[in-house]
């Protein structure tokens, strides 16, 4: 397994409570914390949302607490499954945007929160 670390950004925000679980990030992939996830039905996985992909992980999930080096193997890291998050820290797959994003956490019915600061 590789490794996870953490590295602050000021991504979270306001005084929403924050709630980590551990995920599965698939293999082949280095992502950063703040990185927007789906999870891949068939696997129970999760990657970077993308809206075009047709796996499950089009619906944004989870938002990667640490960042994340999953280039050699799967990599179980933390990921936030609660909190409130600056728009512009974000990193959001193809064809997602904050919008998007937060309107998939709030059908999701998620405690997940896109916040966009002046």
Do not use: W
């Amino acid at each position: 397994m590789g490794e996870a670390t953490f590295a602050p950004n000021d991504l979270l925000v306001s005084d929403v409570p924050v709630i980590t679980r551990n995920v599965t990030i698939v293999s082949g992939q280095n992502l950063k914390r703040g990185a927007v996830l789906g999870n891949i039905t068939a696997s129970d996985k999760y990657t970077l949302s993308a809206s075009a992909a047709a796996d499950g992980s089009q619906t944004s999930a989870l938002v990667l607490a640490t960042d994340c080096d999953a280039s050699a193997g799967d990599v179980v890291a933390a990921a936030y499954a609660s909190g409130a998050f600056d728009s512009t820290k974000l990193i959001l797959g193809a064809g997602h945007t904050a919008a998007t994003v937060e309107a998939a956490f709030r059908k999701a019915g998620a405690p997940l929160y896109v916040r966009v600061l002046k």
